[in-house]
């Protein structure tokens, strides 16, 4: 299907109102890809709550399920459900993590994880759900190990950025991790044995066509072989990586820049993700300080080695910046965008009749 002559437009389902500050960072419960599952996502805000969502089957409709408050005495900053979608991580500018357990549809705060200097602003699974990694201000990244019982030991702390560090995010399939950074990079962090210490294995710097600003958010494609990372300098970039060599125990694969999307976005692009399904390739989502939604898809014009990127279409969606653009996971063909103004919006990738 050639998305380009599809004649989509993103229709807007509902807007859902609640948060009583900006609203920072989303997150789909990835049990919502099942076609019998109700979607689920979570939000988290200024206001320092997270709200839960879901949507009924028989209405459609989105509704508040469950107010996650008393906990955080800052802003929540970003949240992330665990790979069985039965934990919730939150990362608060009070310089903690909380581990939320859903326990018969009410949301326990279970173990609180401590040691960031002052404001944590990322939090991530990795693929099995036996690791976190976390990130703050502090210029440090955490990785933790999730034991028995709801506890969570630190087993390293990373240093090599030398700013802020704004998003941490594993890879989809394998335990390597990715930090993205005020000081304009983005670092991957990998050890080679099970047991063995981490380390930076590479930093896409402006000097290997990287980004000349702020990096602020990054995503995967469904095969885990390309990564997208967006910027204060208005700009989308598409990275590749030889994932099978790397997979087959052959040694660390590097990421090398595929191309660069520039002249679309006329203000810093906050929030980056990437779609599963549609295509083969999927569909890029950005949410950027000019209030709206864009989305690309791979055009008909590039080779295997320097693919092109197109824009399918761009949205007004908000009245104040986007901070967080999300694709359900499954088929369900529902992104939802979070903004300064307050508000969440679900949307539906549809064909214009």
Request: proline share 3%.
């Amino acid at each position: 299907m050639d998305l380009l002559d599809a004649n989509l437009e993103l229709k807007e389902i509902q807007k859902l109102q609640g948060h009583t500050d900006r609203v920072w960072s989303l997150a789909w419960n990835p049990a919502t890809a099942a076609a019998d599952v109700p979607a689920v996502f979570a939000s988290c805000s200024g206001d320092k709550t997270v709200r839960i969502w879901e949507q009924s089957p028989s209405t459609r409709s989105w509704d508040c399920k469950a107010v996650l408050e008393e906990t955080h005495t800052r802003t929540v900053r970003s949240c992330a459900w665990s790979p069985s979608g039965k934990l919730l991580a939150t990362a608060s500018f009070d310089a903690t993590t909380a581990i939320w357990e859903n326990v018969g549809g009410d949301f326990e705060c279970v173990s609180t994880l401590e040691g960031h200097e002052n404001e944590v602003k990322s939090v991530s699974w990795n693929a099995s759900g036996s690791l976190l990694a976390t990130c703050g201000r502090d210029k440090t990244v955490w990785i933790w190990e999730v034991m028995p019982g709801n506890e969570f030991e630190c087993i390293q702390v990373l240093q090599g950025h030398t700013q802020d560090v704004k998003m941490v995010l594993w890879h989809p399939t394998m335990d390597v991790l990715f930090s993205c950074s005020y000081d304009n990079t983005v670092k991957v962090w990998w050890s080679e044995d099970d047991d063995g210490d981490w380390s930076c294995v590479q930093t896409l710097g402006e000097s290997c066509h990287g980004h000349s600003s702020t990096v602020w958010s990054l995503d995967f494609n469904a095969k885990g072989d390309k990564l997208v990372t967006c910027s204060d300098d208005l700009t989308l970039k598409i990275w590749k990586a030889d994932i099978p060599r790397m997979q087959s125990g052959d040694g660390y694969a590097p990421w090398n820049h595929l191309c660069t999307l520039s002249g679309y976005h006329d203000r810093t692009i906050f929030s980056v993700h990437w779609s599963s399904y549609y295509c083969r390739e999927g569909i890029i989502a950005s949410g950027a300080a000019d209030d709206a939604l864009r989305l690309f898809v791979q055009g008909k014009d590039g080779s295997m080695n320097e693919p092109s990127y197109q824009l399918l279409l761009k949205k007004k969606a908000h009245d104040m910046d986007i901070n967080s653009v999300q694709w359900c996971p499954g088929e369900k063909r529902l992104l939802a965008s979070a903004s300064d103004d307050g508000t969440i919006k679900v949307w539906e990738l549809a064909t214009l009749s």
